[in-house]
């Protein structure tokens, strides 16, 4: 048959390929040859063939190629891939394998590869047909199914993966997970092929004793099956396992697809031999995995590359497996996924944040999630710390540590804050509450008791005021009820519950404590509140209440005001007229009517105030007091005393120096030594010296009270009680003290000559004290008339205007040796 011009063309190309190739594989032969007695070195990088029996997108060897590129060495050597597909499955036919060769002959004449890398059959077979192309290259094969030296034959240089696969593991696998499973059907192609898979079947099922029914349906073209799958009954496992085509004369379906066409026409778990299944309707299972392969046919290669001889490589007899499920299926089936084999891969899970893929990106989201609740944490803990430490900060200061009430900033702080006035006429008003004598209290029973009182005050506040009542601790004994009131009625009330207040004693360590206190109150509109003030006129009205010894609530007025004034001029100026003596000593004699002379003399002190004139003492020893002065005063009063009385030491009758003294002098416990000094510095002998102290000093600790005045004694120094009869008197711890004469007060004088229960008293208390042996002075002694009855009633020593009246100290130094008579 003539040729047209154009497959004349053709032919003679073609022949002429055939000679350029015959050319080649001379060359080749020689080098080949040539290369049995010299070693060749290989190339770098190193050249590899890797050819492919069928096409790409056949996914199974799509897979393989992609485990086989992916090489897993070192990159430095990473060969260069020449990768070639033999289109087997499509072109069967020796044409296209001539074909081929041409094309591969002329591709490749005069190259040298330094592997062959081949997957399935039709590749090795290929490989080893060409000899004169390719030498004894060593080769590396996977995908063989059959014993390989039927193909390989005498070719050396050969190792490789042999597709075998054991069904026992995905049998047994799928049987645990279906536990209710009846029966198995498998589905194999109606071919040698087929049979070699169903051999395969029936070996895995004779290693599962007792495995459910299980049957062979022999598949030429899948559409057969189509009408028969959905009557497959319940409880049945479907196993697909090789390329079946669909139709007559097609081309046999991929063997991944296969589980697809089934699993579209049941409900039924549909399993398989191939990891690429999964995804494609098979459950998954123990799966030959082209990529494991492709992977295991690359490390070979290396080892081969590496300068092993292929021929030392012993075969791989099973494909790599993969363990895979389609979560999809499992769920579809109902399948627990907790039985799944350990290790196991899961494939088609919904898109989750949690899947492999993500878990870099998973993994920083969370650390910096963790690390922003962290930052905020920190910041909301050091917040609510910073918080609570300004809370508790602000709680301190505005509140007293002791009783845990307001304290005087708190008080600040909410005469401040008070809210606008509600209505016309409210008014602030506050209560100052001095207690009485409190110092006493901490100095006879300590400070640690004196706490307990204040605590136990505190907590009867908190007992009797009600809510609308702030309570503060103002001072040390000093306490503030502030309230709101509106008109006469609320201001009533808050009186009546400051009376009421201390009616009950207080018990503390079991002792009855009677405890008093001083109520000064002042109020004020809110509207438009100076709370300075208003706390300077409750403060005032207190001082009042307590030189008052008023017990009843003082409320502030104008005269409270000037007092107050004068009160705080008087303490101001206090402490520089005591340290520049501008307080100065008088005496009054004390007169002994049945010797006629003097036998003693009191010193008075004196205080001409710059701007105020003179200033009664009581006043200003009062403000001496509550200054804190007293100590300071009495010394320095001792010393002018004392020092004005050595004219006196020797006169006849040997008159003795009455100086006063404050309860809280007994008290101090440095007063013995400081006396003793002043008296040494002096020159005043101490039985010389009388201290005249009050009752008051009763008050306290009688113990406390016992050893000072005991200490006292034993310096030689008596002790008089002054004002005798006006306090707590009782003749009966008189015997229990270190006393020595007791000055009968002058308001007994005052009315003696009126009222017989005086004189009543006053013969008593003489016939007393003469049991008792203490000397008796009288004071306030005016009259004659008042001379002659005390005189009768058996007084000896008194002392008044009737003799004389307090003079200058210095004045009486002159008379001082006139003896006895002599009387201003
Ligand atoms: P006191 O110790 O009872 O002193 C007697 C007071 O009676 C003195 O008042 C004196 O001047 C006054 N007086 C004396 N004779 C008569 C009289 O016949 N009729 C009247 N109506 N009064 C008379 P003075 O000096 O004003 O002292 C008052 C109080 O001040 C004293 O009472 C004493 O408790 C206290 N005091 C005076 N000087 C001192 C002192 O140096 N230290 C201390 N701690 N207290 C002192
Ligand atoms: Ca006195
Ligand atoms: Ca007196």
Sequence with gaps: ?????????????????????????????????????????????????????????????????????????????????????????????????????????????????????????????????????????????????????????????????????????????????????????????????????????????????????????????????????????????????GSIPVRDGELPLEPELVPAYVRARTALPVYSDLDMAVGHGAVGGYLNSGLETGRLQAAMARRILAGEPASAIPLVHETPLALLFDVAELRRLGVDARRLPDGSTL???????????????????????????????????????????????????????????HNRSGL???????????????????????????????????????????????????????????????????????????????????????????QEPFVIN??????????????????????????????????????????????????IHERAARQFQIEASLPEAIARGEIEVYYQPIH?????????????????????????????????????????????ILRSACEAFLPHLDAPCEPYLAVNVSVSDIYASDFPAQLAQTLSEAGMPPRRLVLEVTEDMLLGDQQHVAAALEQLHRQGVRIAIDDFGTGYSSMGYLSHYQVNLIKIDQSFVRRILDSAPDRKIVRAIVSMAGDLELGVVVEGVETAEQIELLRGLGCELLQGYAFSRPRPAAEWAAGAQAGCGMLP
């Excluded at 803990?381 to 918080?387: D, I």
């Excluded at 404590?513 to 709370?531: C, K, R, V």
């Excluded at 105020?612 to 005063?633: C, D, K, N, R, Y």
């Design 1 to 241: 048959m003539p040729l047209s011009p154009p497959a004349l063309a053709t032919r003679l190309k073609a022949v002429a390929w055939r000679w350029l190739a015959g050319l080649w594989l001379a060359g080749a032969c020689a080098t080949a040859c040539a290369g049995d007695a010299v070693a060749v070195a290989p190339s770098h990088p190193p050249r590899v063939l890797v050819l492919l029996s069928y096409h790409p997108g056949f996914g199974w060897e799509d897979r393989i190629l992609s485990g086989l590129t992916e090489w897993g060495g070192a990159t430095s050597d990473r060969p260069v891939f020449h990768v070639e597909w033999m289109d087997a499955k499509r072109y069967p036919d020796a044409g296209q394998r001539e074909r081929l060769t041409r094309y591969m002959t002329g591709k490749y004449a005069g190259q040298r590869f330094d592997l062959i890398a081949t997957v399935d059959d039709d590749a090795l077979a290929f490989v080893v047909a060409q000899a004169g192309l390719f030498g004894d290259t060593p080769v590396v094969f996977s995908g063989i199914n059959a014993a390989p030296e039927r193909i390989v034959g005498t070719r050396a240089n050969v190792t490789g993966i042999l597709e075998r696969f054991d069904l026992t593991r995905t049998l047994d696998t799928a049987l645990v997970l279906h536990p209710r499973t009846r029966r198995l059907l498998f589905i194999t192609p109606d071919s040698d092929n087929g049979a070699a898979m169903r051999d395969t079947i029936d070996a895995a099922l004779a290693r599962l004793p007792g495995h459910p029914a299980a049957e062979h349906w022999p598949t030429p073209r899948l559409d057969q099956l189509a009408p028969r799958l959905p009557r497959v009954p319940e409880g049945t496992l479907v196993f697909t396992l």
């Design 412 to 502: 600040a702080g909410l005469l401040h804050a008070l809210p606008q006035p509600g209505g016309d006429g409210e008014q602030v008003a506050l209560v100052m509450l001095g207690l009485n004598r409190f110092k006493l209290v901490n100095d006879t029973h300590g400070h640690a008791f004196g706490d307990r009182v204040l605590v136990a005050v505190a907590e009867r506040l908190r007992q009797r005021c009600g809510a609308q009542q702030a309570l503060v601790r103002f001072s040390g004994d000093a306490f503030v009820v502030m309230a709101r009131v509106q008109g006469e009625d609320d201001l009533a009330r808050l009186r009546g519950l400051c009376d009421a207040l201390f």
């Design 592 to 636: 002994d009517v049945r010797r006629d002379c003097i036998a003693g003399f009191e010193a008075l002190a004196r205080w001409r105030h710059p701007d105020l004139g003179w200033i009664p003492p009581p006043e200003f020893v009062q403000a001496a007091v509550e200054t804190g002065h007293v100590g300071a005063l009495t010394q320095r």
């Design 347 to 405: 494939v088609n899970a919904p898109p989750s944040i949690f899947a492999r893929e993500y878990r870099t990106q998973l993994f920083f989201i969370v650390v910096v999630v963790l690390l922003l609740v962290l930052v905020v944490a920190v910041l909301m803990v050091r917040g609510f710390m910073q918080a609570a430490r300004q809370r508790a900060l602000h709680h301190q200061a505005t509140h007293d540590e002791l009783t845990g009430l």
């Design 510 to 559: 079991g002792r009855r404590i009677p405890i008093t206190a001083a109520f000064g109150m002042s109020t004020a509109p809110l509207q438009g509140l100076a709370a300075e003030r208003l706390l300077r006129e409750a403060d005032a009205a207190m001082y009042e209440a307590k030189r008052n010894r008023s017990t009843a609530v003082v409320a502030f007025d104008s005269a």
